[in-house]
Every structure is written in C-alpha cells, then in structure tokens.
C-alpha cells in the first residue's frame, strides 16, 4: 500500500468514525505515519548559507548588502530583470506575452457565481481606450499629469493605473483611511483635476470637500441623479468610466509610453504630524522593487500558471508591489468581493496560490484555530503533535501540505484560504514569531517576511525561502544596501550593530512632493534615507527591527528625555487614561498633562466622600497628589531617572480623540498639536516650578 493511500484511507475512517474518539485511537498510527511521511519528501536547499544571509560592503561603516545579486559587492543595486522590461508599460506588456495573453484581472459580479476572466490583451486595449479617453478631456500626456483614484480593489483600479502609464500619466490613490479631509487636502495639494472614483458614496465624499482644481469625477458605478446635481452645483462634472473608454477607442491618441526616471505614482502616507506627505516614486523605483523580490525568491517566484488574490488596499505599496509583480510574470490577479467578511468565500472560489498579507490577518487565523480547540484537551494534544510534527520538517527545509498532520489537523484552515496556497508575502507591521512559525505549520506554504517603507517602494529586506526562524525581516533585498546609526539618546551604536535603520539604492524614493524640508530632513547628502525605525544586525546578517526612533529632546542641563518611554511607563497607573509628558530645552525639568481614567477616580471619590463631577475632581488637589504619587511610584518602578519623573502635572477631564484633533488616525498623539493646545496650562506650570 502507498503512502498516499494510507493516508486517504486514514482519513475516510476518521470522517466516518468522527471527532476525538477516532483520533485517540490513531494516535499511535498517526505518530508512527508522520514518520513515515516526514522521512519522504526532499528537503530543499536554502540559497544563502543561513549563518551568513547578507554581505558586508568593505569600508569603515557596517553596509549590508543582498547575495542575491552579484554585483551588489561593487555597490550596485539591481533596477531591472530585462534590459526591455524597466518601466511598469513594459512589465505589464512583458506578462502579456509570456503568458500568451493568459487570464489577467478577475471578478465576481455576485458571491455565488464563479470568477470570470479578463485576459492580458483586452486588459491592454481597455487600458489603452481610457488612457486615450482622459487624453481626449484635455490631459496631456506626460509626468507632470496626475490623476486621482479613490476606490477599492478592482479590475478598473488596474486599467486605470495601465491606461494612465499609456500615456506617462503619474496616479495618485485616495484611500478611506485617511479620511476625507486628508482626501481634499491630497487633491488640493496635488492639484487633482480628475479623480476615478467607485461609486455614488465616495463621489460625494470628494464633493463634500472638493478643492477647485477638482474639475471632474470619473464614476465606476452608477450614481444618483442627485449626486450628480449637487457636484454641477459645485461645478464638478461627473462621467461615466465605461464612456471614458468608448471615446478613448474612437479618439485612438498615440501612445506615450513612460521612461524608466518619470514618476509612476505619488503615494501619501499619513505621519503623526501634520499632513499627509506625498511619496514621490518613478517606474524605475518601483521595476527595482519588484524584482529584487522576484529575484530573492528563486524558484518559489510567480509564474504564469499562479494567481494572487486581491484584497490589500491598492493605495498601499506593499499590494501594488505584488500585483505588479504578478503582471511581470504574466500571473493572473482575482478580486475580492469588496467585503472583508467574505474573504474566504472568495479565497475557495478563485483558489489563490499567491496572496500578499498582513499581521493582522495571521493572528485571525491564529485566533481562530485556537478558539476551535478550546478546552479540549485532546484536540490540544493532537493540535501540538501535529505543530511539534510540521515544525521538525520546516527545519529541514521542507515544506508541503499533504502530510497526514495536513490532513488531519489543518485540512479546514488551509482550504478556507483556497486550499492552493504556495506562497504568501507577509509586510506592513510586527508578526509575532509564534504567530508566524504557526502559518508556516498549518498552511504548508513558503511564507516570507518582508520590511519596508513606502518611501522604498514597499521591500527593504525579506526572510529567504528555508529559514524558519522567526522575528526577524531577512536579509536586504537587492535593490539596496541597508546600515545603522548611531541614535545616542536612545543608546543604540552602530557599532554595536544596532541603530536607526537608513536605506540607499534603486527603491528609494525622490523625495516627498512640495515638501523639500521634509525630504532633506529624511534623505541625507550622501542619498540615505532616515527610516526612523530602529534596527538590530543579527550575527547571520539579517536585520530585526527593534524600536521606533522617539521624540527626544534635551533639557537645560544636558539630559535627554524621550517623552513616550516615560508616558508608556506612566500609563501603566490605574488612575491615567492618557498622558502627554512636556519638556524643553531651556527648563530643567519635565511636566505633564494628564486625563484621568474616569471610572477609577469616580470610584475612589466615591469612597473618600469627594463630591464633584470630573472637572470638578480634576481641579481637586487631593486627586492630583494621589495621581501624581501613582504615577512617581511607578516611574521608580519602571527605572526612570529623577530628572525623567514630571514635577508637575495638569488633570484634564476631556480625553485626547482624533475628533478633537489631538490623535492621529492611528491613535497616536500629535505633539505639535497638544503642546499648542495646551501651551497656557504647560506655562502656567513652569511659572509656579521657578
Ligand atoms: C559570509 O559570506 C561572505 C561572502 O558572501 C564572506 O566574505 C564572509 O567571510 C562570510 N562570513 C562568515 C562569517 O562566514
Ligand atoms: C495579443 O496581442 C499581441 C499584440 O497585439 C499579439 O501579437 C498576440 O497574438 C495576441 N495574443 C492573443 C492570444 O490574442
Ligand atoms: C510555476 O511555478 C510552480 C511552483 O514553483 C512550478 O511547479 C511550475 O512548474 C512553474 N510553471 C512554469 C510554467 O514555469
Ligand atoms: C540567526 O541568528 C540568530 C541569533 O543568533 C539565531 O537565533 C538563529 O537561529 C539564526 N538563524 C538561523 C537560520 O541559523
């Protein structure tokens, strides 16, 4: 009896004798099976010797460089695969023929019908005919021409962005999160004349706030003829995406097609202060990118015969990177339905083999099988068999999903992603190394960790194929070289191999558009950029990131203080809900302001017979002692140096929100901002230190 049969033979009788009891009785079986097949299948040989996974460039600074490419020794960095693929016109194009205009962009018009295909050749035309439409309204062709689009993943997303390259055209996405003041602020800011837009809603996002220059939406969906009377009130014309590209094919304008050096994009990223920043990138930029990854991923790379699924925002690098990829390859990409609560309903219709993803996304899985097991402690027992199983064989360097622990234990969790996966590139934020270890057992698949910056086009590093470590990003990619520097305030030397991560190559950006200071504060004379992230070399040469660089600043007497290391120790108190720690160079100490968690100091006022609303309590100098006392005790706790505890705080009873603007988007307190707001009260505290 074959393996392959023994295992589907196992499988039938526990379908058919069900749940636990079957699977006690099997464990034996199952143990001495999993030998069986785990001694099988070949181990594959890593590219890089694993204690050594980056070069180190001769010269007194540490730069570290990909073995991937070699003339990255010389320092060079890689910018194209083909001499006749350097743009994203020719990537796209170079798809189409490999595949001999295979399936290209994929959809679904309802959830219960099947993908249905559109292929590289009607992609092109398509793409084309809209370039040639937004031509015939009066753009010219050319970098200097940008068109907006504010949508959610989809095949038009892609036509819009081939027919805009068509014609040189640079494309500028929206996306939700930033809100719809930051929307108007990148259109203005841009001088935006046409935006591609999905539907009714989010055209009437943009005409809410619309900025002059917005002279025109390009509608994908139907919209309500009430929309369309309110943006002629204001001016704005709305059209139809389908007529865009019937005039476009009657029109037939000459293609312009981009040179390597001409911006492709503009992609705004939100900071913790102030606006969003415009992050100018070219052809080159992004072709560098793409395939210094195709290019570290050997024989795992894309080919014709995969599909990705499309589901991370587009208005993000990391997925236009990757579909951008797929095109290269001449891979096909399938859509999402639009909702995320759908994904694995559209995961087993379109059977992915390629999907980009996101922390979050592994730690659901994560959750989940957890949640499954709950307290059963035989499906615990057989769950960690089957981990401690697949592990043993990711450490060999094999990496399969038909095992029998495959069938068994993750059988559900791999085909509710499709059940074809092969290859998964993880960015965008910390994995947990449990988590990740995790993926690699219950999915089967090459899973690879990626760290970047839109400001590099999205890959600055990448795990290689075969190290199973986890909580590390892998090795540059070979589009760059990364170093560390020195961050003293912080006490991370270069020469201890940690510090702030700086980036230098064909992927780094030109610069942030209309904002010169920005750039010249983040791109130094020698062409590095500054990431602000903190990062560790580990002896085999790949890089973990460690820290965030932090708002620092001295005091009069030399010190240095990092308010958010203080204010992550303060909070650790009972009585604080937020904190905002102020310091400057000219004071000798340290003050704060400080909101109240609500419920606690009611509790406690209740108790000590303290009547009074909030502000009320907040005025009360019994509670600020109390509060204050907490907060010190716990500084001490958490190792802070006496001149790095508060000497006075302010008790605010309104929490910081991103309403009231003292937050970002993403929680984050905006310094600037709360030290305008509350400069009366910070002034007033340091009158009364003196
Ligand atoms: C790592 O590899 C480089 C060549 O790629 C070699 O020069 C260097 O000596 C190696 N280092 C170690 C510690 O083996
Ligand atoms: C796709 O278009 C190219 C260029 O027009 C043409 O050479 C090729 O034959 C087309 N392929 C298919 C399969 O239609
Ligand atoms: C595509 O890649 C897969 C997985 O690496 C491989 O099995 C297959 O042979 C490749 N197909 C082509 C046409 O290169
Ligand atoms: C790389 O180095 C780290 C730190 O020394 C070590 O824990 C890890 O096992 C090494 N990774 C590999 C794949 O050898």
Same mark, same amino acid.
């Given at each position: 009896m074959n393996v392959t049969q023994l295992v589907e033979d196992m499988d039938q009788y526990l379908n058919y004798v069900g749940g636990p009891v079957g699977a006690i009785a099997l464990t034996g079986v199952a143990a001495f099976s999993a030998y069986y097949l785990a001694s099988r299948p070949l181990p594959e040989k890593p590219l890089v010797p694993l204690h050594n996974q980056s070069t180190l460039l001769p010269g007194p600074e540490i730069v570290r460089v990909s073995k991937f490419y070699r003339e990255s020794k010389e320092g060079k960095f890689i910018s194209y695969i083909t001499e006749d693929t350097q743009t994203l016109y020719e990537t796209f194009r170079r798809g189409a023929k490999i595949s001999n205009s295979g399936p290209c962009l994929g959809w679904r018009e309802q959830p219960s019908k099947p993908y249905q295909w559109m292929h590289y050749n009607e992609t092109l035309l398509r793409a084309r005919n809209f370039g040639s439409g937004l031509v015939a309204l009066g753009l010219p062709p050319g970098p200097q021409t940008f068109i907006g689009i504010y949508s959610q993943n989809c095949p038009e997303w892609i036509l819009v962005e081939q027919g805009a390259y068509c014609y040189s055209m640079v494309i500028v996405p929206l996306y939700d999160t930033l809100g719809p003041d930051a929307?108007?602020? #990148?259109?203005?800011?841009?001088?935006?004349?046409?935006?591609?837009?999905?539907?009714?809603?989010?055209?009437?996002?943009?005409?809410?706030?619309?900025?002059?220059?917005?002279?025109?939406? %390009?509608? #994908?969906?139907?919209?309500?003829?009430?929309?369309?009377?309110?943006?002629?009130?204001?001016?704005?014309? %709305?059209?139809?995406?389908?007529?865009?590209?019937?005039?476009?094919?009657?029109?037939?304008?000459?293609?312009?097609?981009?040179?390597?050096?001409?911006?492709?994009? #503009?992609?705004?990223?939100?900071?913790?202060?102030?606006?969003?920043?415009?992050?100018?990138?070219?052809?080159?930029?992004?072709?560098?990118?793409?395939?210094?990854?195709?290019?570290?991923?050997?024989?795992?790379?894309?080919?014709?015969?995969?599909?990705?699924?499309?589901?991370?925002?587009?208005?993000?690098?990391?997925?236009?990177?990757?579909?951008?990829?797929?095109?290269?390859?001449?891979?096909?990409?399938?859509?999402y339905s639009g909702d995320i609560r759908r994904l694995s309903d559209d995961m087993k219709a379109l059977r992915p083999t390629v999907t980009p993803a996101v922390p979050r996304l592994l730690n659901r899985m994560y959750d989940k099988v957890n949640n499954e097991i709950g307290s059963s402690f035989i499906k615990r027992v057989l769950l960690n068999m089957a981990l401690s199983a697949k592990e043993n064989e990711i450490k060999r360097g094999i990496i399969r999903k038909n095992s029998f622990?495959?069938?068994? %234990?993750?059988?559900?969790?791999?085909?509710?992603?499709?059940?074809?996966?092969?290859?998964?590139?993880?960015?965008?934020?910390?994995?947990?190394?449990?988590?990740?270890?995790?993926?690699?057992?219950?999915?089967?698949?090459?899973?690879?960790?990626?760290?970047?910056?839109?400001?590099?086009?999205?890959?600055?590093?990448?795990?290689?194929?075969?190290?199973? !470590?986890?909580?590390? !990003?892998?090795?540059?990619?070979a589009c760059c070289c990364v170093k560390l520097v020195d961050v003293p305030e912080m006490e991370y030397f270069a020469a201890s191999n940690q510090g702030e991560v700086c980036v230098k190559g064909t992927n780094v950006f030109q610069g942030y558009y209309k904002e010169a200071d920005a750039t010249s504060q983040t791109i130094d004379e020698d062409g590095w950029h500054h990431t602000g992230d903190i990062g560790q070399w580990l002896p085999n040469g790949t890089l973990k990131i460690i820290d965030r660089k932090k708002h620092i600043f001295k005091l009069?007497?030399?010190?240095?203080?990092?308010?958010?290391?203080?204010?992550? #120790?303060?909070?650790?108190?009972?009585?604080?809900?937020?904190?905002?720690?102020?310091?400057?160079?000219?004071?000798?100490?340290i003050v704060a302001i400080v909101v109240p968690e609500v419920d606690v100091i009611k509790c406690w006022a209740l108790e000590n017979k303290i009547p009074g609303t909030l502000s009320i309590l907040c005025a009360n100098p019994e509670v600020k002692k109390l509060i204050m006392d907490d907060m010190i005790s716990w500084g001490k706790e958490g190792g802070l140096k006496s001149f790095e505890q508060v000497k006075d705080l302010y008790l605010h009873p309104d929490p910081f929100s991103i309403q009231n603007g003292l937050l970002t988007p993403t929680f984050k307190s905006k310094r600037p901002t709360l030290r305008a707001y509350f400069k009366p009260q910070i002034e007033d505290m340091y009158v009364k230190l003196e």
């Open positions: 929307c108007a602020y #990148i259109v203005q800011q841009a001088e935006i004349s046409v935006v591609v837009c999905e539907d009714d809603a989010k055209c009437n996002l943009l005409i809410e706030k619309a900025p002059r220059c917005l002279r025109k939406l %390009i509608t #994908i969906k139907e919209i309500r003829p009430a929309t369309n009377q309110r943006a002629k009130n204001r001016g704005i014309e %709305i059209l139809y995406f389908e007529d865009i590209e019937k005039n476009g094919a009657v029109k037939n304008h000459p293609e312009v097609p981009p040179q390597p050096s001409d911006l492709c994009t #503009i992609c705004y990223t939100s900071g913790t202060t102030g606006n969003p920043k415009g992050v100018m990138l070219t052809h080159k930029n992004v072709v560098a990118g793409v395939c210094a990854v195709l290019l570290q991923l050997g024989e795992h790379k894309p080919n014709t015969t995969d599909v990705m699924v499309s589901f991370l925002p587009l208005a993000h690098m990391l997925e236009r990177c990757c579909e951008n990829g797929m095109y290269l390859v001449g891979g096909a990409v399938g859509f622990w495959d069938k068994l %234990i993750f059988r559900k969790v791999q085909e509710g992603m499709g059940g074809r996966l092969r290859l998964m590139v993880v960015g965008s934020a910390p994995l947990a190394g449990n988590v990740l270890t995790f993926a690699r057992c219950a999915l089967g698949c090459l899973i690879v960790e990626g760290y970047g910056q839109t400001e590099c086009c999205a890959p600055v590093t990448l795990t290689v194929q075969g190290d199973f !470590v986890p909580e590390h !990003v892998g090795p540059p990619v009069s007497q030399g010190e240095y203080i990092v308010p958010e290391k203080i204010e992550s #120790i303060y909070c650790r108190s009972q009585y604080v809900h937020q904190v905002f720690v102020h310091g400057e160079s000219l004071k000798s100490c």
